[in-house]
């Protein structure tokens, strides 16, 4: 299996809280998971939040109705999804596991993957990664997951991108974009009001467009249903940064 030693680090780290945590209100994430639960068709049963953090979204699938199941490699997360669904009086079943070998003893009827949570690894162990996922589905299970878009980045991503919160700290990515494998190499900070760098980052992830996320996902067994660009269900474009796929595992 592929090192991503970095990877862990920069979750251990507290950088990825830090630097995107505070971005999406309540409201936003709890839109997040009402439209991906209506492009998955989905209004009860049993749903696998695949790379899921502490929740952040499945909270609202549980509010919702729905069974949740979350999956994560990072022990500290799960802990915390575990008070934070304790709090609302909502039941969760946590599995601390590399997604990479999703346990098939899970047997969802629907998985999400949200906030471009693919890519860290090589396509041969993306598609490990969703072969076992599409072994922790029933047969008639759907999968929705959504990153970024290649054919977007190639025109459009800025190399250096800059954001200002309202108690002046700042976050500013700059972007090396390979085009030729299509990975994005970033460095991240994290200024305060003063313009001291309070942290710092760097991070690398694989982008795909359209077709080659539907390849790798055919290649793991899925029937890809549909390809949006994103979560409103708009068409997909290399001027919209998302893309957002809905995919089966085609029932026996
Ligand atoms: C970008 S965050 C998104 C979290 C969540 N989906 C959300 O929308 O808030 C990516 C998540 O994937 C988890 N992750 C990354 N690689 C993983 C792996 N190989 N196995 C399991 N979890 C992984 C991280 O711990 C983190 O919680």
């Known amino acids: 299996m592929q090192s991503i030693g970095w990877l862990k680090g920069f979750f251990e780290s507290g950088f990825y809280e830090k630097y995107w945590g505070w971005k999406y209100t309540a409201d936003e994430t709890r839109q997040l998971a009402e439209d ?26 549980a509010q919702k109705g729905m069974k949740v199941t979350i999956l994560d490699f990072m022990v500290e997360y799960l802990k915390r999804a575990e008070e934070i669904f304790d709090q609302n009086k909502l039941d969760v079943t946590l599995v601390p596991a590399d997604c990479r070998v999703t346990p098939s003893w899970i047997q969802a009827d629907y998985a999400a993957c949200t906030f471009c ?36 980045m190639a025109r459009l991503l800025k190399p ?32 305060d009001a003063k313009g001291a760098l309070e942290a ?47 995919a089966s595992k085609p029932g026996h």
């Not at 998955?40 to 502490?54: K, M, P, R, T």
């Open 117 to 152: 949570s693919i890519g860290f690894y090589n396509d041969r162990e993306q598609v490990d990664a969703f072969r076992s996922l599409y072994g922790a589905l029933k047969y008639g299970g759907k999968f929705i997951v959504d990153c970024m878009n290649r054919d977007y």
């Open 36 to 61: 991906a639960l209506k492009l998955l068709g989905a209004q009860s049963g049993h749903i696998l939040d695949w790379c899921g953090g502490w929740g952040r979204v499945s909270i609202y699938f």
């Open 200 to 246: 710092e980052h760097e991070f690398h992830q694989r982008i795909y467009r359209p077709e080659e996320l539907r390849a790798l996902l055919v290649s793991s067994g899925f029937r890809v249903d549909e390809i949006y660009g994103d979560y409103s269900g708009n068409p997909v474009s290399d001027g919209i940064p998302q893309i957002v796929v809905v």
């Open 160 to 191: 250096v991108g800059e954001e200002k919160r309202r108690d002046g700290y700042s976050f500013r990515q700059n972007n090396d974009f390979d085009k030729t494998d299509g990975i994005l190499h970033s460095s991240m900070e994290i200024r």
